[in-house]
C-alpha cells in the first residue's frame, strides 16, 4: 500500500530520531546516532583528502624545493664517513668515503665529488660528481658516473619532511655496467649529514649504499 505524504509538512529532522529514515541510502541506515557518527566520519576523510592535495599542490612543493636547494648549500665543505650497504657481499661495507661538496656559478649549482678515501687523485680515482640546480620549481640532480652514464634525478616529496629525495627522470650514457637511481640526503646537524644512493646492476639487481659522514677540515 502506497504511505501517504502530507504536502504541507516540511522535511523532518532525523538527526535525533533512532528510527530509520524510510527515505535514506547512506551506508548506515540514517538513525540518528549512526547519521551523527557517519556525518562525522566523513567530514573527517573530507579534510584529510583536502590537507593532502594542499600540501603536494605544485606552489606548495616549490617552497619546499627552494627550501631544499638552501638545505644543500649548507653542505658546501668535506665530509668523510663510513659506507655501509644492504649487501655485505658486495665488499663495499666498512670502506671510507670522502665527498666534497661546494657551490659554484655564483651560487646557482652545487658541485658534489665522491671517491674513497686514501685514492690517489688522478683522473681514474676522482671519482663521481653530481651537480645540483635549481630548473624553476625543480630541483635537480644530474650525476656524472664513472660507469659512463649521467643519471638525471629530481626532488620528489619523502615521508621524512627533513630528507631530500631525488628520483631517477631519464639517463643518457652507457648501461652495460648499471646506474644510480636515487639519492636522498638528511641534514642531522651542522657537522653530520648522511646520504643513500640507490645503484642498479645488469639484471635490475639493487644495492642500496649509505654514508654516515662527519664534516672534516680541509
Not at 650525476?143 to 643519471?151: K, Y
Amino acid at each position: 500500500m502506497a504511505r501517504a505524504v502530507n504536502a504541507g509538512a516540511g522535511p523532518r529532522d532525523y538527526s535525533s530520531d533512532t528510527r530509520k529514515n524510510p527515505d535514506c541510502v547512506l551506508p548506515t541506515g540514517c538513525t540518528g546516532p549512526d547519521l551523527k557518527a557517519y556525518r562525522m566520519q566523513l567530514l573527517r576523510s573530507t579534510i584529510a583528502v583536502a590537507t593532502i592535495v594542499l600540501l603536494f599542490t605544485p606552489a606548495a612543493y616549490a617552497g619546499d624545493v627552494a627550501n631544499f636547494y638552501a638545505t644543500l648549500k649548507t653542505l658546501d665543505g668535506i665530509w668523510q664517513g663510513v659506507v655501509t650497504t644492504d649487501s655485505p657481499q658486495s665488499g663495499f661495507d666498512g670502506k671510507t668515503i670522502r665527498v666534497k661538496l661546494r657551490l659554484t656559478s655564483s651560487g646557482h649549482a652545487i658541485v658534489h665529488e665522491m671517491r674513497e678515501a686514501g685514492a690517489p687523485e688522478t683522473p681514474d680515482h676522482l671519482g663521481d660528481i653530481t651537480i645540483f640546480y635549481l630548473d624553476g620549481d625543480h630541483l635537480m640532480a644530474e650525476h656524472f658516473c664513472d660507469a659512463d652514464n649521467r643519471p638525471l634525478m629530481e626532488a620528489v616529496p619523502s615521508p621524512d619532511p627533513e630528507t631530500i629525495k631525488f628520483d631517477l627522470i631519464s639517463i643518457n650514457g652507457n648501461l652495460q655496467f648499471g646506474y644510480i637511481h636515487d639519492a636522498a640526503f638528511k641534514v642531522i646537524a651542522p657537522d653530520h649529514h648522511t646520504e643513500n644512493w640507490t645503484y642498479i646492476f645488469p639484471g635490475n639487481k639493487s644495492i642500496q649504499v649509505h654514508f654516515d659522514l662527519q664534516r672534516v677540515n680541509p
